[in-house]
């Protein structure tokens, strides 16, 4: 009887269920081309005598801490894929970690990388200092930190470098003061600025800090309580009731799709749960998997009437944008956070690749197709020397100076970002073979985090 009520209530809602998904040789093929492609943007982009990353290219740019980090792990899935030998990884790793450990940590304004343990969100390229007068960052560094983490995991043999790539990484993480950001407790501050303190806004309601407070539980020299946990997923419901049926998709709702990935790019929750989901019946996978096909459904149907939108063509997450304007009463945005659920849909008319990209280890039978058909459809436009261009707007066909990329079939963006770069690349390896899922449930820090956050079965056990 119980079996046939969750069935009935499954048809009901209209829950597209999961099934087994078998790559064929044509998809193979096509993640081989996108993964090589996308790992080169971080590789060769990236400053080799100290390992920054670029926010984005080939705009000339400032590094971005959370690119390090996606970069770290990329370096990792390249020696897999025989792209670059473990060597090549490894030394690239060291001086990468070298820096992070050694670079100025102060109170100051500038001359500093960061402060508590913490690094701001942009660095200059070249010397590795705090960028203007950007915030440091509570998430980028904790992203930052998931690359680290999985380097400590992947570089196990008793050679020097590898040894010392265990011990900066150990390093570099037990220096964070998750407790010192503390500024409103049990939640940990979105950030600091040494101009004038802490960020005045927590990590509340869901979204992306599932890393950051696993990470923040796990630390072994400056950890917070176990009641943020609990606290936190109370906070679903802070600015707006998360939990809710959305396009045929009950699940806890975030808007934009990055927020339902990038914790998993490192933390497999599947099959695992923590108090809140176990009252729900399934896991924070299922919950990613289902805001996948939210967003799929709420582009398909299109309600906003944008050029473009199909069950292939879809994906709504942080990206650019072709421009901050208003034109024939349709209003555009430049860089943004575009997404659809039950809080706020915030669309106008730019998809991203590393929407379907990001979130193909969890529906690869929707997101696959949505990349193969952005790629066919767009060509060159679209797809170049790095794999996908971050974004495109196919209703954008405004002539502007100051619209980057614009066209007569719409606007592409010129810039691929290494924020939105590193999730297709990830999720592709953990979608073909649970690589860096597999590599991180080896991190005694993310285990004692999961485990202090009260997450239970599945692989845990």
């Known amino acids: 009887m119980k079996t046939l009520l969750l069935l009935l209530l499954t048809i009901s ?11 064929t040789k044509a998809d193979n093929a096509f993640l081989d081309s996108l993964q090589h492609d996308t790992f080169r943007f971080f590789w060769e982009t990236a400053n080799p005598a100290n390992g920054l990353v670029p926010d984005r290219g080939p705009t000339p740019a400032f590094a971005s801490i ?9 370096y990792l899935v390249g020696v897999e894929r025989g792209y670059i030998t473990r060597s090549q990884a490894a030394d690239r790793t060291v001086k990468t970690l070298r820096f992070f450990a050694k670079a100025p940590q102060a109170e100051k304004t500038t001359g500093v990388t960061g402060y508590k343990g913490f690094f701001y969100h942009f660095l200059d390229m070249k010397t590795g200092e705090r960028f203007k007068q950007v915030e440091l960052s509570t998430i980028d560094t904790a992203l930052l ?17 590898e040894m010392e790539i265990r011990q900066l990484a150990e390093q570099i993480y037990g220096r964070v003061d998750w407790t ?3 500024a409103r407790r049990p939640f940990v501050s979105m950030g600091w600025h040494p101009e004038k303190g802490f960020i005045d806004a927590d990590w509340k309601g869901y979204n992306e800090a599932m890393l950051l407070y696993v990470l923040a539980l796990g630390s072994p020299t400056h950890p917070v309580n176990a009641d943020v946990w609990p606290a936190w997923t109370k906070s679903y419901n802070w600015a707006a009731p998360h939990w809710a049926n959305f396009r045929a998709q009950p699940h806890v709702n975030f808007d934009p799709l ?4 990038y914790s998993h790019v490192w933390i497999d929750f599947r099959g695992i749960k923590d108090a809140y989901m176990t009252s729900k019946g399934f896991d924070y996978a299922e919950n990613s998997r289902r805001a996948t096909y939210a967003n799929r459904g709420y582009c398909s149907a299109n309600p906003a009437k944008w050029q473009g939108y199909s069950s292939t063509i879809w994906g709504l997450t942080a990206c650019d944008g072709p421009k901050d304007t208003t034109v024939a009463g349709r209003i555009f945005f430049s860089y943004r956070a575009r997404g659809a659920a039950i809080q706020q849909v915030v669309d106008d008319g730019t998809i991203a690749p590393t929407a379907a990209g990001g979130s193909i280890a ?15 459809k767009y060509g060159a436009k679209l797809y170049g020397k790095y794999g996908f261009l971050d974004a495109f707007n196919p209703t954008y066909r405004y002539p502007s100076a100051f619209a980057n990329g614009s066209t007569a079939t ?19 390896e953990n979608a073909r073979t649970n690589f860096v899922w597999n590599l991180m449930k080896r991190n005694p820090h993310i285990r004692k985090g999961l485990e202090r956050a009260g997450f239970t079965g599945g692989w845990l056990k």
Request: glycine share 12%; with cysteine.
């Open 180 to 182: 010192w950001i503390q």
């Open 362 to 376: 969890f529906a690869p039978e929707i997101c696959l197709p949505a990349l193969r058909a952005m790629k066919s």
């Open 13 to 23: 809602v209209g829950v597209a269920q999961p099934r087994p998904y078998t790559f």
């Open 66 to 74: 959370a690119a390090v980090g996606f970069g770290l792990t990329s």
């Open 410 to 428: 719409g606007w592409f963006d010129r810039d691929y970002l290494g924020i939105d770069q590193g999730p297709i690349l990830l999720m592709a």
């Open 258 to 261: 990055f927020g339902h990935q």
């Open 145 to 161: 930190l998931g690359g680290i983490l999985s380097a400590q995991s992947y570089f196990d043999k008793n050679t020097p470098i």
